[in-house]
């Protein structure tokens, strides 16, 4: 079954679809079944545009800032948790769907 994973980075757009023969992620992008989804290519791309806000990157530093209040890291979460609900939706039964979105959620 063809893998695509969640993954929360800066820079990067949070789906990493995998190569079927080796099973390697090789970078960002959105299967075919998501790319269908308008509402779903939003959501995915605001938690990109949200998650490089959240840092601050220019020629003299590059850094955390955070969020500028609870409710709005609050509600980053919930975007977060109903995109996730909304992939295995889109994906059921056709993909495997690895959620490393813990990794960043975790550290807020």
């Known amino acids: 079954m063809?893998?695509?994973?969640f993954l929360i980075e800066y820079g990067c757009f949070?789906?990493?679809?995998?190569?079927?023969s080796t099973g390697f992620f090789?970078?960002?992008?959105?299967?075919?079944?998501v790319k269908a989804r308008p509402e779903l290519m939003s959501d995915l791309e605001q938690i990109e545009d949200?998650?490089?806000?959240?840092?601050?990157?220019?020629?003299?530093?590059?850094?955390?800032?955070?969020?500028?209040?609870?409710?709005?890291?609050?509600?980053?979460?919930m975007l977060v948790r109903e995109t996730v609900r909304k992939l295995h939706e889109?994906?059921?039964g056709k993909y495997i769907i690895l959620d490393d979105s813990s990794h960043a959620l975790n550290g807020l």
Do not use: H, M
Request: glycine share 6%; no cysteine; charged share 35%.
């Open 14 to 20: 949070p789906l990493w679809p995998a190569e079927e």
């Open 90 to 92: 889109a994906l059921d």
């Open 2 to 5: 063809k893998k695509v994973r």
């Open 50 to 77: 949200i998650w490089n806000s959240l840092f601050i990157d220019n020629e003299i530093e590059f850094r955390w800032k955070g969020f500028d209040s609870e409710d709005d890291k609050q509600a980053f979460v």
């Open 26 to 33: 090789y970078g960002p992008g959105a299967p075919v079944e």
